[in-house]
């Protein structure tokens, strides 16, 4: 064991790799294993251990009674998740991709986003909806849609958009264990990547607040803001323009609503440019939100430039791979954005 100055023991904190669909695997089991209220359902998550694998074991150890299979049937399965949630129990409802959720908006937003509120704080409903949200890879349109800016709309609902295995362990423990209802959106092509996970963040106790942003990465030229999948897009893109001389600093939302609008102004503030990053549609978007949110908060007369986003394409998701490519964005869009903004 190395010594500091004071020739006392350093504690060596061990990291190892762990991929999104294991810390999502993770944080269920804890809590399954911590609160018997807390059980799972949805298409195929028992014995085939999920369309993705991210329930993978859950029903060998816990049995019929915690790890439900449904038919293909949303708007039932979420009913009766969200019936049990006002009884006392605290479901988790997988959606095999969110795109699924459509069949269900009714019961998500009318039945449990409402009542808790409508109930005057009588009748909570600590339910989580979960799944893999955006757009994946060769599904075309009608599976290709983020949601984060759809439920992120609606008050009575958290949203929650994790990018990196930390984000999917903390966040999803904290929202089973949330008396609202949450809208967990995953993305189907981060389950199989691995990240650094400290020995802390891997302990039963770890939790991450909800409606808490991350600074990924310190900068003061410019504010890249991100979530989910683009993140990682945004540290890449930071890396090349680094290079330039150019620092950006990257903001991880993780939480889409409540929104860490004081994060975001804070760190405006400091680099007088704002550039946001999504891959959701423009109109009405996660970034139209953060825009007005700044123009009409004390970050504007900090602003050297205007904002710009960096979105979806505005078309319903093309099925060929190239033209897939051109509808999300890129890296370079990313770089091409921030010199716009910087008028480099």
Known sequence: MPLNINGTLLRKQ???????RDALNQAMDEELERDERVFLMGEEVAQYDGAYKVSRGLWKKYGDKRIIDTPISEMGFAGIAVGAAMAGLRPICEFMTFNFSMQAIDQVINSAAKTYYMSAGLQPVPIVFRGPNGASAGVAAQHSQCFAAWYAHCPGLKVVSPWNSEDAKGLLKSAIRDDNPVVFLENELMYGVPFEMSEDSQSKDFTIPIGKAKIERQGNHV??????????HCLDAAAVLAKEGIECEVINLRTIRPMDVESIETSVMKTNHLVTVEGGW???GVGA?????VMEGSAFNFLDAPVTRVTGVDIPMPYAKILEDHSLPQVKDIIFSVKKTLNV
């Open 14 to 20: 061990h990291r190892n790799h762990v991929t999104v």
């Open 289 to 293: 939100e953060i825009c007005a949110r």
């Open 282 to 284: 423009p109109q009405f």
């Open 223 to 232: 504010t890249l803001v991100s979530h989910s999948r683009f993140v990682g």
